[in-house]
């Protein structure tokens, strides 16, 4: 039993993404909430969505943290009303330094598929481990999680370079105007069917080489790999 309710993707996709577009396109006109009190009003949502994570997990989470970190840094550049190309540059920053960790994490004894996808909470290390040693698999089965974290990293980098291109196609108005809220709440919707879905498919493509390498290795299908709870 636990007391930990499990992530409602579709409440964290209305919450992180379709309120706060909905709120700049439709809330930043003078007659509505203007586009100050727009901005901070839809970045009000993620933020406290990421804080509330922050919390609950009791831990300090390093993507969660880099989230909220964006979240705010996309304030401070409506609130001071920088350049745009500033946008850009932090909509690629935030991406690439992670595709940046997690390709650095390769050549390490730690490499962040762990993390990410090999983890404890999903996978049954323990038997896999066995029989990897039992096959005298060890060494390959290493080299295949740091070929997994490599795809891992590539997604990063693929949606760092979606971000800037995206941003600066679409986000060309003042910083601060009801304009450029309404373009940054578009830059927000089609962030998730344009970056979100080809970099999840990049993740999966990780998740289906590390699971034949488990096949291959261990002698393991990832079903019987997976850890079952009761």
């Not at 450029?180 to 089609?190: A, Q, S, Y």
């Not at 993740?203 to 590390?210: T, V």
Request: aromatic letters at 8%; zero cysteines.
């Amino acid at each position: 039993m636990t007391d930990t309710a499990k992530p409602n993707p579709l409440l964290e996709l209305l919450i992180t993404l379709v309120v706060p577009s909905l709120i700049l396109m439709k809330l930043s006109d003078p007659q509505d909430l203007g586009a100050v009190n727009a901005l901070l009003l839809a970045l009000a949502f993620p933020l406290a969505w990421g804080v509330r994570g922050l919390l609950r997990e009791h831990k300090l989470n390093l993507f969660a943290a880099l989230g909220v970190v964006s979240i705010l840094l996309t304030g401070g550049i409506g609130l001071l009303q920088l350049d745009t190309q500033w946008l850009a540059v932090k909509e690629a920053a935030i991406p690439g330094l992670i595709g940046l960790i997690v390709a650095v994490s390769a050549s390490t004894r730690a490499p962040l598929v762990r993390v990410l996808l090999y983890t404890p909470a999903l996978i049954d290390i323990e038997r896999i481990q066995r029989n990897l040693a039992e096959r005298d698999n060890h060494v390959a089965f290493e080299s295949r999680l740091k070929i997994a974290t490599w795809m891992l990293a590539g997604s990063f980098f693929f949606s760092a370079a979606m971000n800037y291109f995206l941003a600066t196609w679409i986000v060309t108005s003042q910083a601060g105007s009801p304009a450029f809220n309404e373009e940054l709440g578009r830059l927000t919707l089609l962030s998730y069917p344009m970056i979100a879905l080809p970099s999840m498919l990049i993740m999966m493509a990780a998740l289906y080489f590390l699971a034949r390498s488990i096949r291959e290795l261990a002698g393991l299908k990832l079903t019987d790999a997976m850890k079952v709870h009761a």
